[in-house]
């Protein structure tokens, strides 16, 4: 029988009556002939079985062993490097977007139109599904600005929601609360709470996040394009009104 010539790949299994034994034969025969195949190609040792040796009644066999464990840490960094990559890819995906929606916020042409680009265009900016502005105030009877998407809080809500440091509130399952969120209270699963800090002279306020998937917000998640998005809006925002940063 000819011998295959591609010396990097093995032979096809026939394809008539008695192919698994002609074709276990083919393997070992190239394998002979080819003695560092398996040297040039270390992938192929996390598929394979090792032949356990026997060395008597009581003995281990350290070597068997050995392999074994080898085969599984490849498999468990094969499992790490999928897990990196898919990490990385959503990572840039987010910094694309919060890239974009900081472009989009300094190229508002008025306030009334910076407002409206942070709670209706960051919706789709952001993948999200309910955007809202949210300031603090002491006025009685009133929980909604005349602008649309932008709520009004109790004093001390935003210290008592982050504490003293916290800048960003990741919340992996939870039900809007219809104080921050306003009508669109009923769609929100996951939520991502931003602290807005635009001037001295300005009250607390924050930027709420909310999505209807479960989460698509969670505690292991980096905060630090967030806290860029929300630093940027609290800037821009001071800029319009003409406020001491």
Do not use: Y
């Not at 398996?38 to 281990?60: F, I, K, N, S, Y």
């Not at 003293?164 to 699963?189: K, M, N």
């Amino acid at each position: 029988m000819d011998r295959p010539k591609d010396k990097s790949a093995l032979p096809a299994p026939a394809k008539h009556s008695g192919a698994a034994e002609l074709a276990v034969a083919e393997v070992v025969t190239f394998l002979r002939q080819h003695p560092a195949f398996l040297a040039e190609h270390p992938d192929l040792l996390h598929v394979l079985t090792p032949p356990a040796q026997q060395r008597g009644t009581g003995v281990l066999d350290m070597q068997h062993f050995m392999l074994q464990r080898l085969q599984t840490e490849i498999a468990r960094l094969k499992n790490q490097q999928r897990a990196l990559i898919s990490t990385s890819r959503a990572n840039l995906a987010s910094q694309s977007r919060i890239h974009q929606a900081v472009l989009t916020l300094l190229a508002a042409p008025s306030f009334e139109h910076l407002i409206q680009i942070v709670t209706t265009d960051f919706a789709v900016l952001l993948d999200a599904d309910v955007i809202t502005l949210a300031v603090e105030s002491t006025a009685c009877g009133q929980s909604q600005l005349p602008v649309r998407g932008v709520q009004l809080l109790e004093r001390g809500t935003v210290d008592r929601l982050f504490g003293a440091d916290r800048e960003v509130l990741l919340l992996t399952e939870t039900e809007g609360d219809p104080a921050i969120f306003g009508s669109g209270a009923g769609l929100v699963r996951s939520a991502a709470l931003l602290r807005l800090k635009v001037s001295p002279d300005a009250p607390a306020g924050l930027l709420a996040i909310g999505a209807r998937k479960t989460g698509k917000f969670h505690a292991g998640q980096g905060t630090e394009l967030l806290g860029f998005l929300a630093k940027s809006l609290a800037v821009v925002i001071a800029g319009w009104l003409d406020l001491p940063s």
